[in-house]
T-cell receptor, first 113, second 117 residues
């Protein structure tokens, strides 16, 4: 039973436009949500996180929105750049589970120049 | 500037062989993790450790074991490799304080791609 779901396997966006990556979760008790980016042949790198008590967190071109009632979060990248082309993983953690991260299946983002 | 090092980037092994995947971190982190990444399944937790000599099963521990004899080193062992263990293996570490004051941000190694024939 996947607790964190990324239902779009891939997304293609034109350079300069907005990329929106979506993530749904089932456990309403998750404390934190994180986004990781992964290039081929490299390990995932941390991008941005959001606490469950917030509804938005922004870091430069990256903004994460959290809708707790819908159990949905999204990552917005504006403007998208070709170097953003990678696999993006959504993850969630719960303090009483030892803060282990539960990951989604990932979304491949392609930014076309 | 490498913080989590996985000694083998690519391995090819035969069914039934014993496989060791080594991971070393230089950030003095207490927590270490082993994940495997498969297309369409994301990252799944195999084993983790919060301290030396300590280990806990993750979501998919079957067919694997681990060893944490030193704080900086966390080894994943496949006692008898099988073809369904062909995968990308990712080691990660984190500081326990991060989970108290904020998100538990894991730092990952570059991965070890294992092929079992």
């Amino acid at each position: 039973d996947q607790q964190v779901k990324q239902n779009s396997p891939s997304l293609s966006v034109q350079e300069g436009r907005i990329s929106i990556l979506n993530c749904d979760y089932t456990n309403s008790m998750f404390d934190y949500f994180l986004w990781y980016k992964k290039y081929p042949a490299e390990g995932p790198t941390f991008l941005i996180s959001i606490s469950s008590i917030k509804d938005k967190n922004e870091d430069g071109r990256f903004t994460v929105f959290l809708n707790k009632s819908a159990k949905h979060l999204s990552l917005h990248i504006v403007p998208s750049q070709p170097g953003d082309s990678a696999v993006y993983f959504c993850a969630a953690s719960l303090r009483e589970y030892g803060n282990k991260l539960v990951f989604g299946a990932g979304t491949i983002l392609r930014v076309k120049s | 500037d490498v913080k989590v090092t996985q000694s083998s980037r690519y391995l090819v092994k035969r069914t039934g062989e014993k496989v060791f995947l080594e991971c070393v971190q230089d950030m003095d982190h207490e927590n270490m993790f082993w994940y495997r990444q498969d297309p369409g399944l994301g990252l799944r937790l195999i084993y983790f450790s919060y301290d030396v000599k300590m280990k806990e099963k993750g979501d998919i521990p079957e067919g694997y074991s681990v060893s944490r004899e030193k704080k900086e080193r966390f080894s994943l062992i496949l006692e008898s490799a099988s073809t369904n263990q062909t995968s990308m293996y990712l080691c990660a570490s984190s500081s326990p304080g991060q989970g108290i004051t904020g998100a538990n941000v894991l730092t990952f190694g570059a991965g070890s791609r294992l092929t079992v024939l």
